[in-house]
Structure formats: C-alpha cells, structure tokens
C-alpha cells in the first residue's frame, strides 16, 4: 500500500470534516443572509398615483407556492419573477381588497390594466421567494392562510409575528383558506371507503379515488349516506369557521376581508343544496369577499363579489402559457416573451408564441388549436436534424419536414402521449396518418405526482374503481426525448433514445424544404380532471441542423464553455436547495 485510508489517518479525517463544516457553515451563513433581506429587512411600499379609468374588470392570479428552483409542486422564483415582470412591463398594476370592495359596491374604477395578485396555504417560502419580487415591480399581494398552521411548529407555513410583519411592509394583505384542510368522504381505487383524515395523514394519493373538502358536503358512511342529522353537519361547519374567527381574533386581531375556500368551484355549483346554505351564510358573515372559483383570470363588473374567480397558476406553465390564459379569459391585447432576439429571427411564428432562452425554444400553443414556428432558411435535400423534445408527456410534441407554406403540406413526426405518430397532409388533401410506433414506458413518482380528485359522486361511482388508465399519465409529468433524424431526398431515419430506430418513405408531391415545430395539447379523455387544460407548452432543446458535410446550418446548442458554466450552476442550486430542505 502506497498510504493508509482516511480511516487510519485520524488528523486527515478531522481536517476533512472541519473543510465540511466550514462550507456548511458558509453556505448556512449566506442562506441566512438572504432570509434577512427578504423577509426582515423590507422596505416601505411606495403608493402610486395612476389613472383610474377600468369600469369593466380585473384580472386574477394566484400561485400555490414558490420553490427556490424547479419544483412539480410549486412555481419557480425565475418563473414568478418572468411572468410578474412581463405584466408589469404591459402596465398591469395590482389592486388591493379595497380596490375590489370600492369596485363592486362604490362603483369606483380600477386602473387600466388591473391584477389582483394572491399566494394560498400560507407558505413561508411563498413570502420568501417572492419578497424581493415584489419590492422591485412595487405589487402587493394576498397571502392566504390556514388559521390551524398559525400555532404549529412547522416551519414551511408562516406565523402570526411573520404576518403582521409583512403587513406592515405594505407589500402584503391577508386572506385566509378556513380553518384546515381536512378531506372527507375519502374512497381508494378498490372502492373502500377511509373516511375523514387530515391532509398530513392522507396516504398516498394516487390510490384515492374519491375524496371531498370538509366544508363541501355532509359526513358520509361507506355507502355514502350521510352519517350526520342536517342539524349535526351545520354544527360542524360552523365550528369550523368559528374556530378559524377565533384563531385571527386572537393572532391578527381581525378576521381578513378576502376568504379561498377549498375546493374551488364546488360552492354554488353542485354542492349539497344544504350543505352550501350554511356554508353562504358563514362566509357572507365573516368575509367581504369570496375567490370561489378557479376557472379563468378575469373578473367582470357583472361578477359577484361572493363568487369570484382566480387563475391557479401551475408551476409547469412557461411565461408565455400564462399570458395565453390570461389572453383567454380577458380577450385584453397580451404580449408574448420573445427571449433571445438573435436566435428569434431566425424562426417565423405561425400560430401561439414561442420564447428563445439559452438553448431551449419553449413553443406555446393558442386555446385549443396548435402552435406552430417554422425555421426561415431553406434546407437542401439531405441534412440531420437532432434535438430534445422536453415537453409534459401527455400532449402533442410535433416535428415537420419538407414543409411548404404555400401549399400547408408536410410530412409530420408527433411525439403525443409516449408514442411516435408519423403522418403525412399532402397539397389539397388532409391529414393522413402513415405509421405509429409505441415507446418504452415512463416510470413516475406517484408522491410527486397526483391526480386532482376533488368532485361529487354517488356510491355507484366509487365502486367502479380506478378511473385512471394504467398507460394514462399525470399531465404535469415531463420527459426527455432526444430525436436524432436523417433526412433524404425520397426517405428520413428516424432515432429516439437511441431505441426506436425507424425508416419511413417520403412522398415525392412533398416539395417543401422547410421544417418546423408544433405543441398540441391532449383532448383525449381525462375523466379524473374535471377542467382540462386547453393550451400546451413544447420545450425545443439543444437544436442542431447540419447538411451532409456535417456544416452547421443551424443550432442553439450552449458552447463547451457556456456548458460548463451551466452544469456549475445547476450543481450549486442543488446544494443550496440541499440545505434549505435539510436545515
């Protein structure tokens, strides 16, 4: 042996462990000196004087969470910061509860361009992640709270001390989601009923099949008749909203004007008739104001101040996704990301909006209908084209080759929902489709990734079992797909992964020597999710087109060198998100 292990070398171990600790300490310090700055060291709001002018309505956003980086769960702080940024850019100033109440009651105009900004459960990463945001485009916000996470020692939601601080700041208001979030009701996929359990104890939720909110409907048996006399169940409401009075009495010395209850849009829609007059009455008494729905953004002069709407923004929508469903739900004139003006101009956009960052192209599709960017150089008759398609795996991820744009023909690779679909529309003709080929199956984490089940249903229904398909995934569930494709006069090859490997002819009336993207979302039947999205987001990556003397005609690929800048940077995240999940 040339040396001893570290294990025989005492004073080498220690030397170790002391380099250890002081990176830790370090990287502990620098954390907590962010903290400081953004939730202790805030600065004053400033008030702003600007036209009121809006007598038609406002727009509405809200955001579950905000992680440090990418999460399933939460929204990145780079993506809420994008899409704040982007609308302030467009004039879109936030409103107050006032500025709501003022506006429904007193007939007292909005300004031109109004957003009502919130951020539910009362997450302490939420006011983190999102102080400085805040501070530098001059919004405030709602913070939603659950009255029950103010007295625990749970770190992740905020504390009465943290919220009154943040209301002094002027950047924040309070509102509140009840009580608790406690599910009722509860059946799994083999049709067994669990009965009631809090959110913290719920096992894992992909094998629930059924479940309710505890406010949304009466305590039910396991043949889903009600357990409880009317008198009981409207007992057993109030308490709820008492305790939750009781509890912002006590902490905030008030009740907050805005209430979100959960679920969204079961309130005046297909709740129990008996149910949802105890909870009418409960909340016409204690709140001003009610975000009942999760339907759209926009909120018109028509709209009831007790049924209010919020766009809950997931946290896989690019900034462009955003802005289309704000477009949607307004019909206000939105502007789109662009990203990277050099790379832009060399793409023409057809349908949707397409970003260009770094050497991803994020293409989002217009409601219902396909977006669509075509390369604006023509290519010879033979090149290679390799790419990633990053997209969530149920929708539609399109490659087109030989395209004309005079005569819309092409022949088309769709990457949609984990299969390989080839087909060809000619010049006149339609879309017919040539060949499909299935790719291997896509593990999950099941914790990460569950289904929205909340809804109304009888006995029968629980007992037909699993709604969801064994080949059916999550729509938030992303994969990497790296196409490496070869393209002939009169055929292409085709290589996904490095496992599909397929040669498909080419139509001779097909002419056309361009190619392009496309993003599609899945109208296939999802019957657990009750409001589908209709817009779909394709991410493009590490593009390369070469002609057959491997020239480069084409790429978006990072250099060597911007590489390892960026593998640095991802593997410094990973070690502060380390610290912040473990300290």
């Given at each position: 042996?040339?040396?001893?292990?570290?294990?025989?070398?005492?004073?080498?171990?220690?030397?170790?462990?002391?380099?250890?600790?002081?990176?830790?300490?370090?990287?502990?310090?620098?954390?907590?000196?962010?903290?400081?700055?953004?939730?202790?060291?805030?600065?004053?709001?400033?008030?702003?004087?600007?036209?009121?002018?809006?007598?038609?309505?406002?727009?509405?956003?809200?955001?579950?969470?905000?992680?440090?980086?990418?999460?399933?769960?939460?929204?990145?702080?780079?993506?809420?910061?994008?899409?704040?940024?982007?609308?302030?850019?467009?004039?879109?100033?936030?409103?107050?509860?006032?500025?709501?109440?003022?506006?429904?009651?007193?007939?007292?105009?909005?300004?031109?361009?109004?957003?009502?900004?919130?951020?539910?459960?009362?997450?302490?990463?939420?006011?983190?992640?999102?102080?400085?945001?805040?501070?530098?485009?001059?919004?405030?916000?709602?913070?939603?709270?659950?009255?029950?996470?103010?007295?625990?020692?749970?770190?992740?939601?905020?504390?009465?001390?943290?919220?009154?601080?943040?209301?002094?700041?002027?950047?924040?208001?309070?509102?509140?989601?009840?009580?608790?979030?406690?599910?009722?009701?509860?059946?799994?996929?083999?049709?067994?009923?669990?009965?009631?359990?809090?959110?913290?104890?719920?096992?894992?939720?992909?094998?629930?099949?059924?479940?309710?909110?505890?406010?949304?409907?009466?305590?039910?048996?396991?043949?889903?008749?009600?357990?409880?006399?009317?008198?009981?169940?409207?007992?057993?409401?109030?308490?709820?909203?008492?305790?939750?009075?009781?509890?912002?009495?006590?902490?905030?010395?008030?009740?907050?004007?805005?209430?979100?209850?959960?679920?969204?849009?079961?309130?005046?829609?297909?709740?129990?008739?008996?149910?949802?007059?105890?909870?009418?009455?409960?909340?016409?008494?204690?709140?001003?104001?009610?975000?009942?729905?999760?339907?759209?953004?926009?909120?018109?002069?028509?709209?009831?101040?007790?049924?209010?709407?919020?766009?809950?923004?997931?946290?896989?929508?690019?900034?462009?996704?955003?802005?289309?469903?704000?477009?949607?739900?307004?019909?206000?004139?939105?502007?789109?990301?662009?990203?990277?003006?050099?790379?832009?101009?060399?793409?023409?956009?057809?349908?949707?909006?397409?970003?260009?960052?770094?050497?991803?192209?994020?293409?989002?599709?217009?409601?219902?209908?396909?977006?669509?960017?075509?390369?604006?150089?023509?290519?010879?008759?033979?090149?290679?084209?390799?790419?990633?398609?990053?997209?969530?795996?149920?929708?539609?991820?399109?490659?087109?080759?030989?395209?004309?744009?005079?005569?819309?023909?092409?022949?088309?690779?769709?990457?949609?929902?984990?299969?390989?679909?080839?087909?060809?529309?000619?010049?006149?003709?339609?879309?017919?489709?040539?060949?499909?080929?299935?790719?291997?199956?896509?593990?999950?984490?099941?914790?990460?990734?569950?289904?929205?089940?909340?809804?109304?249903?009888?006995?029968?229904?629980?007992?037909k079992g699993s709604r969801i398909d064994e080949e059916e995934y999550p729509r938030n569930l992303t994969e990497k797909r790296v196409f490496n494709i070869a393209i002939n006069k009169d055929k292409i090859e085709i290589d996904v992964d490095n496992v599909l490997s397929e040669t498909v002819q080419i139509n001779p009336k097909l002419q056309g020597a361009q190619i392009g993207f496309g993003a599609l979302y899945s109208n296939k039947n999802t019957s657990h999710e009750q409001y589908a999205d209709d817009i779909y987001d394709t991410l493009i990556e590490d593009i390369l087109i070469t002609d057959k003397n491997n020239q480069t005609i084409f790429t978006n690929q990072y250099t060597n060198f911007e590489k390892v800048k960026y593998k640095s940077t991802e593997l410094f995240n990973h070690v502060v998100d380390f610290f912040i999940e473990t300290f």
């Amino acid at each position: 042996m040339n040396g001893k292990s570290v294990e025989l070398q005492p004073a080498k171990k220690n030397r170790r462990k002391i380099i250890r600790s002081i990176a830790q300490l370090i990287i502990v310090v620098l954390l907590a000196v962010i903290l400081i700055k953004a939730v202790f060291l805030t600065e004053k709001r400033g008030a702003e004087t600007v036209p009121l002018n809006n007598k038609e309505g406002f727009i509405a956003l809200s955001y579950f969470g905000v992680s440090r980086n990418e999460s399933p769960k939460y929204v990145s702080k780079k993506n809420l910061e994008e899409q704040l940024t982007l609308l302030e850019k467009q004039g879109y100033q936030t409103i107050t509860q006032k500025d709501i109440l003022d506006f429904y009651q007193h007939d007292k105009p909005l300004p031109e361009k109004a957003l009502y900004l919130s951020f539910e459960d009362g997450r302490t990463d939420s006011s983190i992640f999102a102080q400085n945001i805040m501070e530098k485009l001059n919004y405030k916000a709602t913070m939603f709270t659950y009255a029950n996470k103010m007295d625990t020692t749970d770190n992740k939601f905020l504390k009465p001390k943290d919220l009154k601080l943040m209301e002094k700041s002027g950047y924040w208001e309070m509102g509140s989601n009840g009580y608790r979030l406690t599910y009722i009701n509860i059946f799994n996929d083999k049709g067994q009923s669990l009965g009631v359990i809090d959110e913290n104890n719920v096992p894992n939720k992909t094998t629930i099949e059924y479940y309710n909110h505890y406010l949304m409907d009466f305590i039910r048996n396991q043949y889903m008749i009600p357990s409880e006399t009317r008198q009981e169940m409207e007992a057993r409401i109030k308490k709820d909203y008492n305790l939750m009075q009781d509890i912002y009495h006590e902490e905030l010395g008030e009740v907050p004007k805005a209430y979100a209850i959960m679920h969204a849009n079961s309130l005046y829609n297909n709740m129990d008739p008996l149910v949802e007059s105890v909870n009418n009455k409960e909340i016409k008494d204690k709140f001003r104001m009610h975000f009942n729905l999760e339907l759209g953004a926009y909120n018109d002069k028509e709209a009831d101040i007790y049924n209010l709407s919020r766009l809950q923004v997931s946290p896989y929508w690019s900034t462009n996704h955003v802005m289309m469903k704000i477009r949607q739900a307004s019909r206000q004139n939105i502007q789109f990301k662009i990203g990277e003006q050099e790379v832009a101009q060399h793409w023409k956009v057809i349908n949707g909006a397409a970003e260009y960052e770094n050497n991803e192209i994020t293409l989002t599709s217009a409601p219902s209908s396909e977006g669509r960017i075509l390369l604006k150089e023509e290519l010879p008759d033979q090149y290679n084209v390799n790419f990633a398609f990053k997209g969530n795996v149920v929708g539609q991820q399109a490659f087109y080759v030989n395209y004309d744009e005079k005569t819309n023909s092409y022949l088309r690779i769709v990457l949609v929902d984990n299969e390989i679909v080839i087909s060809e529309k000619l010049p006149g003709g339609g879309i017919v489709e040539k060949e499909r080929f299935p790719l291997n199956e896509i593990k999950w984490n099941e914790e990460e990734y569950a289904f929205n089940k909340a809804t109304v249903y009888t006995y029968h229904d629980t007992q037909k079992g699993s709604r969801i398909d064994e080949e059916e995934y999550p729509r938030n569930l992303t994969e990497k797909r790296v196409f490496n494709i070869a393209i002939n006069k009169d055929k292409i090859e085709i290589d996904v992964d490095n496992v599909l490997s397929e040669t498909v002819q080419i139509n001779p009336k097909l002419q056309g020597a361009q190619i392009g993207f496309g993003a599609l979302y899945s109208n296939k039947n999802t019957s657990h999710e009750q409001y589908a999205d209709d817009i779909y987001d394709t991410l493009i990556e590490d593009i390369l087109i070469t002609d057959k003397n491997n020239q480069t005609i084409f790429t978006n690929q990072y250099t060597n060198f911007e590489k390892v800048k960026y593998k640095s940077t991802e593997l410094f995240n990973h070690v502060v998100d380390f610290f912040i999940e473990t300290f």
